[in-house]
C-alpha cells in the first residue's frame, strides 16, 4: 500500500481522498483552505455526493485518512497527487496558478523517486512546465510523472471513480505507467496508456464529445 498525498481538496480532492483510503492506501488530503480541512475533519464534505460522509466515517475512524493544513505531511508520501478543480476566468480560461503556488509549497518536501501524479483539468503542454518546474527546483531528484485525467461525473462521483470505463494515464515512462496503474488496485477497468500530451488533450476530447452529445439530445 503507498503513502498519498492528495493536493487540492474540493470536489475533485475529496473524493480522490476517500476513493484512495478505501482501497487500502495511507492518505493525507492537504488543503490551505482551513474552513474545508475542519470540515473534512468532521465527516462534512465542501461538496455532498452519495455515499461519501460513509467513505470519509470509515477510513478516517481506521486512520487510513487524515486531513491538515501542514505540507511538511508530503516528507513521508511516495505519491504526491494534485487534485485542484482548476478555476476559469469570465473568458473560460484555465487559471492554472493554484496549482503551481500549491506545488512550489510542496515541492521542498518531495522524497527521491516520488511519484506525482496531476489529476486537474490542464490546458494541453501544462505537464511539460509541471516537470520543468520540479527540475529547476529540485536538481536530481529522481521523480515519476503522470497525468491521469479524472472523470467524475457529478451526483454520482463515488460510482465513477470505483467504476469507471477506462483510466488514462499519459506518463513520462512505463516504469511510472505500471507504478500508477498499481494505485489503483482493485477497480476493474480498461488501462489506455500514453504521453501526458496525449492524456491533456483526452481530457479536453471527452468535455468535447460530451457537449456535443448534449446539445444534439437538445
Known amino acids: 500500500d503507498m503513502k498519498i498525498a492528495i493536493l487540492g481538496l474540493w470536489h475533485l480532492g475529496e473524493i480522490y481522498s476517500a476513493g484512495l483510503a478505501e482501497l487500502g492506501h495511507d492518505v493525507c488530503g492537504i488543503s490551505e483552505d482551513e474552513e474545508v480541512v475542519r470540515r473534512l475533519k468532521k465527516n462534512s464534505p465542501p461538496l455532498e455526493e452519495p455515499n461519501l460522509v460513509t ?3 470509515k477510513n478516517q475512524k481506521s486512520g ?8 511538511k505531511y508530503v516528507e513521508k508520501c511516495d505519491t504526491v497527487w494534485i487534485t485542484f478543480d482548476t478555476p476559469v476566468d469570465s473568458r473560460d480560461r484555465a487559471d492554472t496558478s493554484v496549482i503551481f503556488r500549491c506545488l512550489k509549497k510542496a515541492l521542498p518536501y518531495f ?3 516520488v511519484l506525482l501524479l496531476v489529476s486537474s483539468q490542464l490546458p ?10 520540479v527540475k529547476k527546483r529540485r536538481p536530481g531528484l529522481v521523480f515519476g510523472y503522470a497525468y491521469i485525467p479524472e472523470n467524475l461525473r457529478l451526483g454520482e462521483a463515488i460510482e465513477s471513480f470505483f467504476n469507471p470505463k477506462r483510466i488514462v494515464i ?10 500508477a496503474e498499481t494505485l489503483f488496485k482493485g477497480i476493474a477497468a480498461d488501462f489506455l496508456l500514453m504521453s501526458a ?9 471527452l468535455n468535447s464529445f460530451l457537449a456535443t452529445s448534449l446539445s444534439f439530445i437538445y
Do not use: C, Q, W
Request: charged share 25%; no cysteine; aromatic share 4%.
Open 64 to 71: 487510513r485518512l487524515v486531513y491538515a493544513m501542514d505540507f
Open 111 to 113: 522524497k527521491d523517486n
Open 170 to 179: 499519459g506518463a513520462d515512462s512505463p516504469e511510472t505507467a505500471g507504478r
Open 55 to 57: 467513505l470519509l466515517k
Open 124 to 133: 494541453v503542454g501544462t505537464s511539460h512546465e509541471i516537470i520543468a518546474l
Open 197 to 205: 500530451p496525449s492524456a491533456e488533450m483526452v481530457k479536453h476530447a
